[in-house]
Nanobody
Framework: QVQLEESGGGLVQAGGSLKLSCEHS????????MGWYRQAPGKERELVAG???????NYADSVKGRFTISRDNAKKMMYLQMNSLKPEDTAVYYC??????????????????WGRGTQVSVSS
């Protein structure tokens, strides 16, 4: 099994910064693509930023230029540096990881794993 655990959420004023961390553990050597998602009250969960094992990144348009995703594969960690925070960034932020394994006779199989989420609240 794979476990993902987020940390670093909190309450911050608009214009401030926060850094989220996600640690993966267990049988997590198979983790390839990782990402941060968020879900605001009454809204669907949305992708904030993604990162491949080699470090290629992609961002939602709403956070480009403000958020930076990174990872340290040796430490089994992923990060999200959030700057210039806005009230509309308020949400529960989830860490997501894709486990990719090759099984003879089946090819490449993938499983999705999620953390429990960490609350980010931005006051105006």
């Amino acid at each position: 099994q794979v476990q993902l655990e987020e940390s670093g959420g909190g309450l911050v004023q608009a214009g401030g910064s926060l850094k989220l961390s996600c640690e993966h553990s267990g049988d997590s050597d198979c983790i390839s693509v990782m990402g941060w998602y968020r879900q605001a009250p009454g809204k669907e969960r949305e992708l904030v930023a993604g990162i491949s094992y080699s470090g290629a990144t992609n961002y939602a348009d709403s956070v480009k230029g403000r958020f930076t995703i990174s990872r340290d594969n040796a430490k089994k960690m992923m990060y999200l540096q959030m700057n210039s925070l806005k009230p509309e960034d308020t949400a529960v932020y989830y860490c997501h990881g894709v486990c990719t394994q090759y099984k003879v006779g089946y090819g490449h199989l993938t499983d999705d794993y999620w953390g429990r989420g960490t609350q980010v609240s931005v006051s105006s």
